[in-house]
């Protein structure tokens, strides 16, 4: 068994003559939660449509559980995803839903199969209660039961917490991280909620204007976003001594005779006083990091909140802005 569970390769696709994925190659590990982050319009929307099959590349390659070409159709099999909105029956139950999707699969699982999944997405006890009635939230919650309904390898999610409350974000987070430990499931998510794939992800892909930027782990993440304190100094070894002098450890030294000091009670004028008294000329100080939310606004050079984002339809204009508290389209 690979330990690849979708690899692509110059992946590319275009709208009139725009492309939309402009030759993204990426690779996502088994059991691992991969977080796709990009504004409206980047291509992730397009780029998991390629992946679930909804959509043809016009050139490159996807690796899908280690089979491509025309055993990419098997493959999808063992794949569950939600795209966009869920597509549901809106005269129908929850439980009517699941059944109308297992007779159109033609899957063989049975009702413990359809509870398992609706009580995995925190939508058991609906009752009567038809879907045309549901709160938006309740829509994602169904969408992710539909995509569980078949117990998958690798999960396919386009913004599955969008309108949930703090709650149910919490409820689904802790049932992918469940997933993926317990059952080895793979997990490719978008959302524009920056602050909760930072708690949920181990891997991140960053897509601006349909080119991958930047891939990197939580571990590499956190420590591109740790807090700290900088010291410019032109004596970095000096400098570095003093900070030992005075009981400063967790420090170390970057380029351009920089310290960086990462102990969260540092004493910056402490530190500055003994840097001084040692001989160290210190040309500044100052507190430098970033969240999750900075860190992707640097990257591709824009500023201001994070954005709600919907699809990548070509043509829709630039982004929305999320209100805080607030998913896209409430």
């Given amino acids: 068994m690979s330990d690849i569970v979708l690899k692509t390769r110059e992946l590319c696709k275009s709208f009139g003559g725009r492309p939309a994925v402009d030759r993204v190659s ?30 043809a590349p016009n050139s490159g390659e996807i690796e899908l559980l280690g089979k491509t070409g025309r055993d990419l159709t098997a493959a999808r099999r063992r794949i569950g995803g939600v795209i966009e909105t869920p597509s549901l029956y809106p005269n129908m139950t929850a439980y009517e839903n699941m059944e109308a999707r297992r007779r159109e699969a033609g899957s063989t699982a049975g009702k413990e199969r359809i509870a398992r999944a609706l009580a995995l997405a925190g939508i058991a006890d609906t009752g009567r209660k038809k879907a045309r009635a549901f709160s938006l939230g309740m ?16 999960l396919i999610l386009d913004e599955p917490i969008n309108g949930l409350d703090p709650t149910g974000i919490a409820d689904v987070r802790e049932t992918l991280k469940s997933l993926a430990r317990e059952k080895g499931v793979t997990v490719l998510i978008s959302s ?4 909760e794939l930072h708690l949920l992800a181990n891997d991140y892909g960053i897509i601006h204007n349909g080119r991958l930027i930047k891939q990197l782990t939580a571990d590499e993440l956190k420590n591109e976003c740790r807090r700290f304190v900088s010291v410019e100094t032109d004596d ?73 984002e919907t699809d990548d339809a070509p043509g829709r204009s630039g982004p929305r802005l999320a209100r805080p508290g607030k998913g896209a389209g409430e």
């Fill in 26 to 55: 990426m690779e996502i590990g088994r059991g691992r939660i991969y977080g796709f982050i990009g504004k409206n319009g980047a291509g992730k929307t397009t780029f998991m449509r390629m992946v679930c099959g909804l959509a």
């Fill in 139 to 154: 829509k994602q919650r169904l969408g992710l039961a539909l995509a569980l309904l078949e117990e998958p390898e690798f």
């Fill in 192 to 195: 524009h909620i920056l602050s």
């Fill in 236 to 308: 970095p070894i000096k400098a570095g001594e003093a900070l030992k002098s005075i009981g400063v450890a967790d420090f170390d030294a970057a380029d351009g005779g920089e310290l960086r000091i990462y102990d969260q009670d540092a004493d910056t004028a402490r530190i500055t006083a003994a840097l001084v008294s040692a001989g160290a000329v210190v040309r500044g100080v100052s507190l430098q990091g970033q969240d999750l939310e900075q860190y992707f606004l640097g990257l591709i050079g824009e500023g201001g909140p994070a954005w709600a």
